[in-house]
């Protein structure tokens, strides 16, 4: 069998790219693919439910972006016979062996939102993604509100995130980007509406991608996007995905959730209850102080403790 890596994907029609010859092909997934054995240690092994994972057990995979394939082209058709394990495995969006995710937010139209950003940022702690926060459509908000979310963001600077902010339409912005794609697949992921199609016409003007202007009586974006693709940028891949309004990270018990906030895990040595603060309504919290002493982001600590209820109320997922 041949080796491939699925740059296209509708339905289940798969545009591969040869290994070996680097020629594209359009295979099928084989039916039977679906359902394959995994053990607990398989990269296809995902905890979806508070149930234990048994040991071994079927579980339902489809190929998707990203992935490196085993194909057959033996026959008139050709077939995809096996997925290969993955360095990690994204729903939404749905795609596969990232190296990087930038994370597109509008500084209007939709208004930026802390309170997805730092959710987008729990699970690229969880997939051990490099994220990379973009800020588009710079020339519709004001420049005194421009300039605070400049500073608020500065936190997130300080803490190791790269900040980009971008006119994409006036290509502001847009010539600094382009060695942050170098060898990498990188996913663009956002809400509808934020701009990435617009980002994409900008980084590559031959691809002439569809936009459409926010909805103005619904205040949200049109799905634009049909497929999931990959796009060949500087030695590497970027990845066009259909926009969404809601993601959800999979945490089924509040106390694992302040292992992903790596500003709070810098002080919880100095918290009372070392091990187990919550940072919560536990007294001598070094992470309360922190707020109090505005070292810790205010808005950042209330979407804490907001996805800490969301955790405590979540239906039980069978």
């Known amino acids: 069998m041949k080796k491939g890596f699925i740059k296209k994907m509708i339905s289940n029609q798969y545009t591969l790219i040869d290994q070996e010859t ?9 039916g039977k693919l679906r359902y394959m054995k995994v053990t607990e240690d398989s990269s296809f092994s995902k905890q979806l439910t508070k149930k234990t994972k048994i040991e071994q057990k079927i579980t339902t995979i489809s190929p998707k972006v990203g992935d490196y394939v085993l194909y057959d082209d033996s026959e008139d058709q050709i077939i995809i016979q096996e997925i290969l394990p993955r360095k990690n495995d994204l729903t939404r969006p749905d795609v596969c062996n990232v190296d990087q995710v930038l994370l597109v937010f509008s500084a209007v139209n939709p208004e930026f939102s802390f309170h997805l950003l730092d959710k987008f940022l ?10 990379v926060i973009i800020i588009s459509k ?9 300039n605070q979310l400049k500073e608020d963001l500065k936190y997130y600077e300080k803490m190791g995130y790269e900040v980009f902010y971008v006119n994409s339409k006036q ?14 697949l990188t996913v663009l992921a956002g809400q509808t509406g934020v701009g990435k199609s617009t980002l994409l016409n900008a980084l590559m003007p031959e691809l002439h991608l569809k936009t459409q202007e926010i909805s103005k009586a619904l205040g949200r974006g049109k799905h634009t996007t049909r ?8 030695r590497g891949y970027i990845v066009d995905t259909p926009g969404f309004s809601k ?23 100095s918290c ?4 187990s603060c919550l940072h919560l309504n536990e007294p001598s919290c070094a992470v309360k102080e922190g707020v109090e002493k505005n070292e810790i ?10 996805f800490c209820d969301e955790i405590k109320n979540q239906k039980e997922r069978y």
């Open 247 to 269: 993601i959800e990270f999979v945490i089924f018990h509040v106390d694992e959730l302040k292992a992903f906030y790596p500003d709070f895990e810098s002080l919880s040595p």
């Open 227 to 234: 497929h999931t693709e990959l796009y060949s940028y500087n």
């Open 122 to 131: 729990i699970i690229m702690n969880q997939e051990h993604l490099t994220p």
């Open 138 to 146: 710079i020339d519709l908000i004001k420049i005194n509100a421009l």
């Open 22 to 30: 680097h020629e594209e092909v359009i295979a099928t997934a084989r």
């Open 272 to 275: 009372r209850f070392t091990s």
């Open 297 to 306: 982001l205010a808005s950042r600590y209330e979407n804490y403790v907001t």
């Open 171 to 184: 290509r502001i912005g847009i010539d600094v980007l382009a060695n942050i794609f170098r060898s990498k």
